[in-house]
């Protein structure tokens, strides 16, 4: 009997930077690594989020101030969330998941499962940027979160509580202080807290090339093409794509918001939701030091580098191919012109994109209950450019039979009924 060899050791399907982390990652374990994904760099949330790799984003979406919220959300009177009526169906299972965790407890769990996943983020970034020769895309200027009202900062004080309690370094600012730190805001802001251990990537799509590039220099496989369906076998795994049929040891499902229709086609269905966010460019005579977020007006500014930056609005719960609606990124273009002098748009139109985002706001890292040979890395939401090499890592551990550096139980599939 003839025993053929597979294409690869192992298939990643996904091109974002969780994919490419993982694919990376598995190379420096000395594994042969083939992967698929479109190509087009500018669709993936990879290439168009804040850049922040932040080490307080402990906190999943749904928390206790959801309910609160939650008539101005489902009215879409606020810039922050904005719910396309249309996609409910889809996007009901998420709904669900979402609300019943929207309480404290809930957030201290999630919080405690995230602490070690963020820890250790930058540190994993900054290895593979060095691989890659990417290292000058990373700053390490801290991140700062914005509040305009002493009751804002206030209400917030929970959030404080569990970052004090897993020793998230926190700087508290006031008035003053915060226009020290940053003078070019020319809004006034009651208070602040910066982050230091948090740090920025300057360009995120250009790392992502990076990424690439060192990825086919290292002998792995690009194939620039969907994935039809992936196929586990006793053997090995079939990856079906428009040019033919591929074949690996493992394969690992990286593929962000379009992971969860491939898992689908397994048998796995898990509540997904795709947020999806609206970025635009803008010149300015001065930029500041370091990403922001102004709580009150719901957007994030991040420095992009030869005096331009990169605004990003909140979350829009739509279907992934649902046409663009601009609403939320006009909203907060009006709010930043209050805090930074924003010259002329760098793009004639917002840039659109998908995070992939699960009901407990915790990634799927783990292997597929039915298919050991088939590994799942995907869920990220609003993390997944800050943990992706970290992600990464893990993988690589899981496809090698080795213990991942951090507990990851809590990121298992199994904890959605499948």
């Known amino acids: 009997m003839t025993i053929t060899r597979p294409d690869a050791d192992i298939a990643v399907i996904g091109g974002g930077i969780v994919g490419l982390s993982c694919a990376l990652q598995l190379t420096l374990c000395g594994r042969s690594v083939v992967l698929l994904d479109p190509g087009d760099t500018r669709r ?13 984003s402990l906190f999943p979406v749904a928390g206790p101030g959801l309910w609160r919220n939650l008539a101005r959300y489902a009215c879409n009177r606020d810039s922050a969330v904005s719910l396309r009526y249309r996609a409910l169906p889809g996007v009901l299972p998420w709904i669900r998941g979402a609300l019943s965790r929207a309480h404290e407890a809930a957030w201290r769990e999630a919080s405690a499962a995230l602490d070690p996943l963020t820890a250790g983020a930058l540190a994993e970034h900054r290895a593979l940027a060095e691989l890659t020769g990417a290292a000058g895309l990373l700053s390490q200027r801290g991140y700062l979160k914005l509040y305009r009202t002493e009751a804002a900062f206030e209400a917030a004080s929970l959030e404080g509580e569990i970052l004090a309690h897993h020793r998230v ?81 493992q394969v690992v499902l990286a593929a962000g918001a379009w992971s969860g229709p491939l898992a689908r086609k397994l048998g796995y269905r898990f509540p997904l939701a795709a ?137 298992a599939p199994e904890r959605f009924r499948l």
């Open 44 to 56: 993936g949330a990879s290439f168009g989020n804040a850049g922040v790799i932040n080490r307080a």
């Open 169 to 249: 370094e926190v700087v508290a600012l006031d008035e003053h202080e915060i226009a020290d730190l940053e003078p070019v805001l020319t809004r006034r802001f009651a208070r602040g807290l910066l982050f230091p251990e948090s740090g920025a990537v300057t360009r995120p799509g250009e790392l992502v090339e990076r990424y690439r590039g060192a990825l086919a220099g290292r002998g792995a496989l690009l194939l620039e093409s969907i994935c039809d369906r992936i196929e586990p076998g006793p053997d090995d795994v079939a990856i079906h794509w428009p040019g033919g049929v591929l074949h690996a040891s």
């Open 275 to 411: 947020e999806r966010g609206y970025h635009r460019h803008f010149r300015v005579g001065a930029s500041p030091s370091r990403p922001f977020h102004d709580t009150g007006g719901a957007y994030v500014v991040s420095p992009a580098g030869d005096g331009v930056v990169r605004l990003l609005s909140g979350i829009e719960i739509a279907a992934p191919g649902d046409p663009p609606n601009h609403r939320q990124i006009n909203a907060v273009t009006d709010e930043a012109r209050q805090t930074l002098k924003l010259g002329a748009p760098v793009e004639s139109e917002p840039w659109l994109g998908s995070r992939p985002s699960t009901p407990d706001g915790l990634p799927i890292i783990g292997r597929a209950p039915r298919h050991p040979n088939v590994i799942f890395a995907f869920g990220h939401g609003h993390i997944g450019l800050s943990t992706g090499p970290l992600t990464g890592r893990i993988v690589a551990d899981l496809a090698d039979q080795r213990r991942p550096p951090i507990p990851i139980e809590p990121f």
